[in-house]
Nanobody, 125 residues
Framework: QVQLVESGGGFVQAGGSLRLSCAASGRTFSSRAMGWFRQAPGKEREFVAVISWNGGYAYYADSVKGRFTISRDNAKNTAYLQMNSLKPGDTAVYYC??????????????????WGQGTQVTVSS
């Protein structure tokens, strides 16, 4: 069984920064891509960023490219999302998720099999 626990969310003014963490239990963390998704009130969950199992590949949604950085520390079973230059439009619940395959780094939520409980990020104008 895999458990993912996000932390680091909070309230920040526009232009500020936050760093989200996703701590994973289980032995397969280092062999799977990890993704971050977000869901704003009244909207569907959307892809934010993904990082490959070894950190060698990362991909971002256009809306966050250049502002957010995804990373991971396999020795600590933890993935991170550094969020800079935050905007009110970034307000959402942020979720980390584990890829269901050892070979994919997908943007599609249905290709992730374990999810965290989410952490709220609120950006004021």
């Amino acid at each position: 069984q895999v458990q993912l626990v996000e932390s680091g969310g909070g309230f920040v003014q526009a232009g500020g920064s936050l760093r989200l963490s996703c701590a994973a239990s289980g032995r397969t963390f280092s062999s799977r891509a990890m993704g971050w998704f977000r869901q704003a009130p009244g909207k569907e969950r959307e892809f934010v960023a993904v990082i490959s199992w070894n950190g060698g590949y990362a991909y971002y949604a256009d809306s966050v490219k250049g502002r957010f950085t995804i990373s991971r520390d396999n020795a600590k079973n933890t993935a991170y999302l550094q969020m800079n230059s935050l905007k009110p439009g970034d307000t959402a619940v942020y979720y980390c998720a584990r890829s269901d395959s050892a070979y994919s780094a997908s943007t599609r939520s249905y290709e992730y099999d374990y999810w965290g409980q989410g952490t709220q990020v609120t950006v004021s104008s």
